[in-house]
């Protein structure tokens, strides 16, 4: 039941809130922010707008909040945060926009693997007429960062394709990874076409890629091979454990398997952005759905056998005509690569 409300009840209680509200206007506004933040407060990013996303204000120097905020599982990778390039190559679309930006997540031990992809699938020129940028993303090795210092500085110098960022490179942190590669395509390659996200185990077949899934360039578009319902695993023995406290739902939404994926150049920074201001999970791919469902996004699937998520036996026959096949290391592709590029296969 409604109460009846009269209006003698009402016009005190109407008084005391325009006399509070008065105050609240009169109040003195914050103090301008000093012009030097400490380093660890990023003053609000243009490029993706957090700190504006929920009307916050950047924290004000010598003030520590007071509310506790929830304790981060050590498995949730801290984020957003300002992570530093330690390597970086800002200036390589600059005057132009390449077709497709490579994205090859590799460990900062994986020399061999670098050098196998790059003359294998990761062959800036392998696909004649499309113009194919490959870039490495890398963290800081958990235990040898320091010695391996050097050893990517000078790889950096010679092939120019190294990303790197001040996280700890670990399987639980590879979230980081992928967005340290959006973020790179937001601030210095926004006009791309297409970014594909790949893991070093694969084989990948760009050609095929391109002539029958790319043109004509399209926008809000990823695919994939797509999981759909799957559920986070909560078991702590598994490589693939979500805790509830870091994803409480029981489903993920639609998702592209990590190991290939390949979207618009558009929706790599809206990925970008939405991250911001979303809790990260430690599962790569599955993130990326989540970032999909919070832009209302979805996946375009792909026809069956062209993403393999398992391992297939070499025919140049059958690779010509699919994407990706997961499993595949360094001396494979080196095995193989000559034959694929030089046989051909009745269409
Ligand atoms: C990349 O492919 C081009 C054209 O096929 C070839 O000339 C070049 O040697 C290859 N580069 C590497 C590093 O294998
Ligand atoms: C992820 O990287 C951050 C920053 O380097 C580090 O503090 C954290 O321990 C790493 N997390 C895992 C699970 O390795
Ligand atoms: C998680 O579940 C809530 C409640 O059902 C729903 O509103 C939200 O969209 C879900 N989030 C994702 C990422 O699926």
């Known amino acids: 039941m409604k109460p009846a409300l009269s209006l003698p009840l009402l016009l005190p209680s109407l008084l005391l809130s325009l006399v509070l509200l008065g105050l609240r ?6 103090p301008p922010s000093t012009p030097s933040l400490p380093p660890r407060h990023r003053p609000p990013n243009p490029l993706t707008g957090a700190g504006f996303l929920w009307g916050q204000k950047p924290p004000q120097p010598g003030h520590t909040t007071a509310r506790a905020a929830p304790p981060r599982h050590p498995l949730q990778p801290p984020y957003p945060y300002p992570y530093r390039f ?20 590799s460990e900062p031990g994986n020399t061999a693997g670098r050098a196998a992809i ?29 010695e391996l210092r050097g050893t990517l ?18 399987y639980n942190n590879l979230t980081l990874k992928t967005l340290m590669g959006m973020e790179w395509v937001t601030r210095h390659c926004p006009g791309a076409t297409y970014v594909m996200k790949a893991d070093s185990d694969v084989f990948l077949n760009l050609g095929y890629l391109v002539r029958r899934f790319l043109l004509p360039p399209k926008t809000n578009f990823i695919t994939g091979y797509i999981y759909r319902n799957t559920r986070p695993i909560r078991h702590p023995a598994y490589k693939w454990y979500v805790p509830r406290e870091v994803y409480p739902n029981d489903t993920y939404p639609p998702y592209c398997g990590g190991p290939g994926y390949v979207l618009s150049g558009d929706l790599a920074t809206k990925i970008y952005r939405v991250a911001q201001r979303l809790p990260l999970i430690n599962m790569e791919d599955s993130f990326v759905g989540i970032c999909l469902h919070a832009l209302g996004i979805s996946v375009t699937p792909s026809p069956w056998g ?42």
């Open 25 to 30: 206007l009169q109040r003195p506004e914050e």
């Open 86 to 105: 330690l390597l970086n190559e800002p200036h390589k679309c600059r005057g132009w926009a390449p077709f497709l930006v490579l994205l090859v997540a």
């Open 118 to 146: 790059r003359q294998t699938w990761g062959n800036e020129s392998s696909v004649p007429g499309v113009s194919i940028l490959r870039l490495f993303l890398l963290g800081v090795h958990p235990v040898f960062g320091r």
């Open 153 to 170: 500085e000078e790889e950096s110098r010679l092939h120019h394709d190294l990303l790197q960022q001040d996280f700890l490179d670990t």
């Open 306 to 347: 062209v993403f393999n998520m398992y391992w297939l036996s070499y025919s140049k026959c059958r690779f010509s005509r699919l994407v990706m096949v997961h499993h595949y290391q360094p001396q494979d592709l080196l095995a193989i690569w000559p034959h694929f590029q030089e046989t051909k296969c009745p269409e």
